[in-house]
């Protein structure tokens, strides 16, 4: 089976560009979650959809962060205008609605220059 | 609110010897617990998960937890570590949260095996 798929897997871009973040959830998965790790403040949870409607979006940092889900089948990050401190890496995670275990993609490395 | 502690934040095991990680929690209600591990440049993956019933849970990897409600407690053991268990460890509890339930994560601990 194949598991959750993020692009790009790299980024590396100027302050003040645009950068969208690609997640593809485990089909069949209902509840999709991005979350940013850096060292200084571990993992993060932004936002968190179920059946495609965002439910909890405290965790963004600033309204230069957005995310939208479409379709059961893809989501977006967007960062607009990016900052040199936005750099991290961020994870998409998948699940079952429900207290079911989370299924992480492996993240996108992002660099803001 | 819930919270999650890993209070060691590096670890550094022979390769062969038994490990312990441990973590704390804090939740009023009964936990959904979880472990996860992340080998550089990858996601996270899930190693166990408590929800109920036998308080000693077994994962992949030879990976084991035991939950105890009266220390708040979900430790994760091995009893003989290999040199590709060297990786980072999250534990999680699974809260309820407007019909979702969202893990609430440790800052990890970091797992150093020597030859």
């Known amino acids: 089976d194949a598991g959750v798929i993020q692009s790009p897997r790299h980024e590396v871009t100027e302050m003040g560009q645009e950068v969208t973040l690609r997640c593809k959830p485990i089909?069949?998965?209902?509840?999709l979650f991005w979350y940013r790790q850096t060292m200084m403040r571990g993992l993060e949870l932004l936002i968190y959809?179920?059946?495609?409607?965002?439910?909890?979006d405290s965790g963004m940092p600033e309204d230069r962060f957005s995310a939208k889900m479409p379709n059961a089948s893809f989501s977006t990050l967007k960062i607009q205008p990016s900052e040199p401190r936005d750099s991290a890496v961020y994870f998409c995670?998948?699940?079952?609605?429900?207290?079911?275990?989370?299924?992480f993609g492996d993240g996108t490395r992002l660099s803001i220059l | 609110a819930q919270s999650v502690t890993q209070p060691d934040i590096h670890i550094t095991v022979s390769e062969g010897a038994s490990l312990e990680l441990r973590c704390n929690y804090s939740y009023g209600a009964t936990p959904y617990l979880f472990w996860y591990v992340q080998s550089p440049g990858q996601g996270l993956q899930l190693l166990l998960k408590?929800?109920?019933?036998?308080?000693l849970v077994q994962g992949i990897k030879g990976f084991e937890a035991e939950f105890k409600r009266s220390q708040s407690s979900f430790n994760l053991r091995k009893p003989s570590v290999h040199w590709s268990d060297a990786a980072e460890y999250f534990c999680a509890v699974g809260v309820s949260r407007r019909g979702s339930y969202i893990p609430t994560f440790g800052r990890g601990t970091s797992l150093i095996v020597h030859p």
């Open positions: 408590y929800f109920s019933g036998d308080t």
């Open positions: 959809f179920n059946n495609n409607v965002p439910i909890d």
């Open positions: 995670a998948s699940s079952l609605q429900g207290p079911q275990p989370q299924h």
């Open positions: 089909s069949g998965h209902n509840s």
